[in-house]
């Protein structure tokens, strides 16, 4: 442990920089470093943190009480393919004036929803109002068994 005038010096003339490194620690740690470096560094590892960040969006299919089953099959076809590019979906009843009193015809289809897609999605938020819409948002399934395959070869592969 030295004096930081010491510590100053020794970084002086040494032509380096004293950099405080971590300024919680009980004394403060410092370094005698290039401080152009050391921001170097620092920023590549913020880039590479930053590549490897997933980044999920969330997508939105609308329906209405009178859905009809041709366009229901359309949006949720859409909505299975979001799902399984690893996309959340949030899927909307919307209701107009006197819809509103057959609330039960937007939840028949939000359970409709969530059961077609119960083999790519799971459901995030359970249905609810919100003024005039009613809505539902489905994620994407974590897939337990691909991780369980990767790390065992299937007998096949260990033969080759």
């Not at 050391?38 to 609308?62: G, L, P, R, S």
């Not at 107009?96 to 057959?102: I, K, L, Q, S, V």
């Amino acid at each position: 442990m030295l004096d930081v005038r010491d510590a100053i010096r020794a970084a002086r003339e040494k032509g380096l920089d004293l950099v405080e490194v971590a300024a919680t620690a009980d004394p403060p740690v410092c370094r005698i470093i290039d401080f152009g470096k050391f921001q170097y560094e620092a920023k590549k590892k913020a880039n590479e943190a930053k590549k490897k960040q997933v980044t999920i969006t969330v997508k939105e299919v609308k329906f209405r009480p009178g859905t009809d089953d041709h366009d229901y099959d359309y949006r949720m076809k859409h909505a299975r393919e979001w799902l399984e590019e690893g996309d959340k979906v949030k899927a909307t009843i919307w209701f107009r004036g006197r819809e509103m009193t057959h609330r039960e015809l937007g939840s028949r289809i939000l359970e409709k929803l969530e059961k077609d897609l119960a083999d790519v999605g799971e459901v995030e938020a359970r249905p609810r109002m919100e003024g005039n819409q009613m809505f539902i948002i489905l994620g994407p399934k974590r897939h337990k068994g691909t991780a369980a395959k990767a790390e065992h070869p299937s007998p096949e592969a260990v033969k080759q």
